[in-house]
C-alpha cells in the first residue's frame, strides 16, 4: 500500500514511523524520559511490523490489522507484556484520531486481552519473556546503569542461576579478567547450593554483562566485609543482599509501572501494589524463579541445545525439557530443520 492510499475521505495521510514520532513529541510535556522510552519501543515493534508488509499510511489500518498484530505477538509474550504493549498502541490511535490520521473508532478497536483473575491460574507457564527483559534491562541501562538492582536482574537473566545461588557469590567469585563467574557450595557459611557440590560450576559472562557487574562493583557497590573476612558481591547498606531483599527488588523490577503504564488500572502513586511488602500482590509481577524459567527458555529458543543450558543452570537435560523449557514447538522444530542438511 502508499501514502496515498488513503482510509477516509477526511484524513490526512502520514507513514506510521512518522505518527509515531509525532506522538512522541506530543507527549514529551506530560511524560518522564523513562515512559517516553518504553513508548518508542513498543511502537516501533507494531511500526516494524506494519512496514514489512507495505502498510505505510496509518489511515489504511484498520481492526483487522490490530487483529493480525495481536496474533502475530501472541505467541512470543506473555498475556501482561501484551496488554502492555497494546495499551500503549491505543493511546497512539487515540493520538492519530486527534490528528486526523484514524478514524475515531480506531481506539476501541484494540482490544485488551481479559487479566487472569489469579497468578495461579496461569502458573504453569508464567515467566519472563524475552521481549519483556530486554525492555525492562534497556530501562535499568538507560537509567539506572550499573546499580545494585541492574547486575542483579541481569545477571539472573543471563545466567538462569537460582537466587540463593546468585546470593551466595562473594566478589572474589566474579573473575572480571576471565569473564566468568564462579559458583561455590559453602553450607559452613550458610551459602548453600542447591545440588551441593555437583552444583558448583564456572558459569562465562559475556563482554557486555561483564561490563556492567563491573562497572557495578566500582561504582555503586555498598563497601561490606563479614566476620569471615568474606565480600558479598550482592550488597546492601546492612550486608550481604537478603533473600526477602532480591524478592522484592524482583517483584519491583517487573511491575508494568516500573516503566511503563499499568496494565491493570491502578495509578501507581495510589496503588496498593506499590507499596513495601505488597509487591508480590501484583497480578503482573513475577517472582525470581519466573525469572529464571523465562532465562532458561531464551537460552533454548536461541538455540543452545538442553545439554549445555543444563550444565550452565544446574539442572538436568531431562529437567529442562519438561519442566521449565516454555519454548514455543513451532520455534523447536525449525532449530531442529537447522541440523537437516548434516543429515543430507
Not at 148 to 166: E, N, P, S, V, Y
Not at 179 to 191: C, S
Amino acid at each position: 500500500m502508499s501514502l496515498d492510499s488513503a482510509g477516509g475521505d477526511e484524513l490526512e495521510p502520514i507513514t506510521p514511523r512518522e505518527a509515531v514520532e509525532r506522538f512522541i513529541d506530543r507527549r514529551q510535556s506530560d511524560s518522564s524520559d523513562e515512559t517516553l522510552q518504553s513508548y518508542r519501543y513498543r511502537l516501533l515493534q507494531f511500526v516494524r511490523w506494519c512496514e514489512e508488509r507495505g502498510i505505510m499510511n496509518v489511515n489504511v489500518i484498520d481492526g483487522r490489522h490490530i487483529q493480525e498484530y495481536l496474533s502475530f505477538r501472541q505467541d512470543e509474550l506473555t498475556r501482561t507484556t501484551l496488554n502492555t504493549q497494546f495499551g500503549t498502541i491505543k493511546k497512539f490511535f487515540e493520538f492519530a484520531v486527534a490528528i486526523e490520521a484514524a478514524e475515531p473508532s480506531m481506539p476501541d478497536k484494540v482490544q485488551l486481552l481479559k487479566p487472569q483473575t489469579s497468578k495461579q491460574e496461569d502458573a504453569n507457564d508464567l515467566k519472563l519473556d524475552a521481549d519483556r527483559a530486554a525492555e525492562i534491562l534497556d530501562h535499568l541501562s538507560r537509567f539506572r546503569y550499573a546499580s545494585r538492582d541492574h547486575a542483579l536482574l541481569l545477571l539472573m537473566w543471563r545466567t538462569g542461576a537460582r537466587m540463593g545461588a546468585l546470593r551466595g557469590l562473594d566478589l572474589d567469585h566474579f573473575e572480571r579478567d576471565e569473564q566468568i563467574l564462579r559458583f561455590r557450595h559453602e553450607p559452613d557459611r550458610g551459602l548453600p547450593l542447591k545440588n551441593k557440590d555437583e552444583s558448583e560450576r564456572d558459569v562465562a559472562l559475556s563482554e557486555a554483562t561483564t561490563r556492567v557487574v563491573a562497572d557495578y562493583v566500582d561504582t555503586n557497590r555498598e563497601h561490606y566485609v563479614d566476620d569471615d573476612g568474606r565480600q558479598p558481591l550482592l550488597t546492601t547498606a546492612f550486608g550481604r543482599a537478603s533473600k526477602q531483599t532480591i524478592r522484592q527488588t524482583i517483584y519491583t523490577l517487573t511491575q508494568p509501572c516500573e516503566i511503563g503504564d499499568c496494565p491493570h488500572d491502578e495509578e501507581p502513586e495510589t496503588c496498593q501494589y506499590r507499596e513495601h511488602g505488597h509487591q508480590s500482590k501484583c497480578p503482573s509481577s513475577l517472582s525470581p524463579h519466573r525469572i529464571r524459567t523465562g532465562a532458561i527458555t531464551n537460552m533454548r529458543e536461541q538455540g543452545m541445545p538442553a545439554e549445555v543450558v543444563a550444565e550452565r543452570v544446574d539442572a538436568t537435560a531431562q529437567t529442562i525439557r519438561y519442566h521449565y523449557d516454555r519454548s514455543d514447538p513451532r520455534k523447536r522444530a525449525e532449530q531442529r530443520r537447522d541440523h537437516l542438511e548434516d543429515l543430507d
